[in-house]
């Protein structure tokens, strides 16, 4: 029996829409190689912002754009005939497209062209840290409290948030301790941002009250830049075992490579230079018990009646042992504070 029937026609290619993401946080023009070479070979490259900041970029490569974004049936059409369309979307994306094309896909009435998300740009470890200066520079300029604050009306907070930090770290909340992270971070960007507006007035040491006088530009202004700039600069000094041709095979060759390195830049006159005296007591005796043993200065401690001589021998003994006399104080006192709870009757507080 012969078969009269006419042949298939093979189905027509239904092409490719390829949604072209790029990351505010990276320059404009910046992009992937898949991504430039997705861009020359389209048949249409669609962009409903005629601000968008890659449009200049892709004008000087060549790439010929339309000011215009069809709706999902319109845009399914463009592709008939195996064509590739790229479409950048806003910064806040395009939610009308993007929901029109999934419904669609879902209805299964329609030949759908291949859907592809190309990434343009990616963001970068820290990238996240440029959002933080730009919104911290907002607040500064537009909130009323923060746009007053200085440097010294601040200092306090600087200081609760690292015993914050460090209860976070003992109570080993990993949560809890993100959070506080963040938050001495924020003192750290705070401060820097403050700083961009230099000394009010250009008096030295003079920030005005504690209202804080911010108009224009004074001395000494710096950036968050700055700081992480100089920051970079030290860790890279002090780590000639990492950046450099030292070597370092252990812990102690660390200390030493960091210890050497810090005397040559502080030029100090007494090992004793730079210890701050208001820190906490056994945190201070620790630490010039410290100095003066790596110092190698042979001096007896103090002798003398009271429990303060009694706290800074045994301090100085915690520190020569290679313990924090602070941390393990703390530790005795939150095991104290949970026994008083306990004759109290009342339960622990949780780690």
């Given at each position: 029996m012969t078969d009269h029937s006419q042949p298939t026609a093979a189905p027509e290619p239904t092409g490719r829409i390829v949604l072209l993401t790029t990351s505010h946080r990276v320059a404009p023009g910046v992009l992937s190689w898949p991504a430039w070479q997705t861009l020359h070979a389209a048949d249409r490259v669609l962009c409903a912002d005629p601000g968008h900041p890659q449009l200049p970029y892709l004008r000087e490569a060549g790439v010929e754009v339309e000011y215009t974004?069809?709706?999902?049936?319109?845009?399914?059409?463009?592709?008939?005939g195996g064509r590739t369309v790229v479409v950048l979307p806003a910064g806040e994306g395009d939610q009308r497209l993007t929901d029109g094309l999934a419904r669609l896909a879902g209805s299964g009435r329609v030949s759908m062209p291949d859907l592809e998300l190309l990434p343009g740009s990616y963001d970068l470890p820290g990238a996240r840290l440029l959002d933080l200066v730009q919104v911290m520079d907002r607040v500064r300029r537009e909130c009323p409290w923060t746009s007053r604050q200085t440097h010294r009306g601040l200092a306090k907070y600087a200081i609760e948030e690292a015993y914050e930090l460090v209860e976070a770290i003992e109570d080993g909340d990993r949560e809890e301790l993100r959070e506080e992270l963040g938050d001495v971070l924020l003192q750290v960007v705070f401060h820097a941002r403050i700083a961009e507006e230099g000394i009010p007035g250009g008096e030295d040491g003079d920030e005005g009250d504690e209202e804080g006088d911010t108009d224009g530009e004074g001395l000494g202004a710096f950036s968050i830049d700055d700081v992480a700039g100089a920051l970079v600069q030290k860790l890279i000094h002090r780590h000639p075992h990492v950046f450099g041709d030292a070597e370092a095979e252990t812990p102690e060759d660390v200390h030493a490579h960091w210890q050497r390195t810090k005397a040559v830049e502080k030029q100090r006159e007494s090992v004793t230079d730079g210890i701050?005296?208001?820190?906490?007591?056994?945190?201070?005796?620790?630490?010039?018990?410290?100095?003066a043993r790596?110092?190698?200065?042979?001096?007896?401690?103090?002798r003398g009646?009271?429990?303060?001589?009694?706290?800074l021998r045994l301090a100085a003994r915690a520190e020569a042992e290679g313990v924090d006399p602070e941390t393990a104080l703390r530790a005795a006192a939150r095991v104290y504070?949970?026994?008083?709870?306990?004759?109290?009757g009342v339960a622990a507080t949780p780690r």
């Open positions: 974004v069809p709706d999902a049936h319109e845009l399914v059409e463009a592709c008939a701050p005296l208001g820190q906490p007591g056994l945190a201070l005796a620790a630490k010039l018990a410290g100095r790596t110092g190698g200065v042979a001096v007896e401690l103090p009646d009271g429990i303060g001589y009694e706290l504070r949970d026994a008083i709870r306990a004759a109290e």
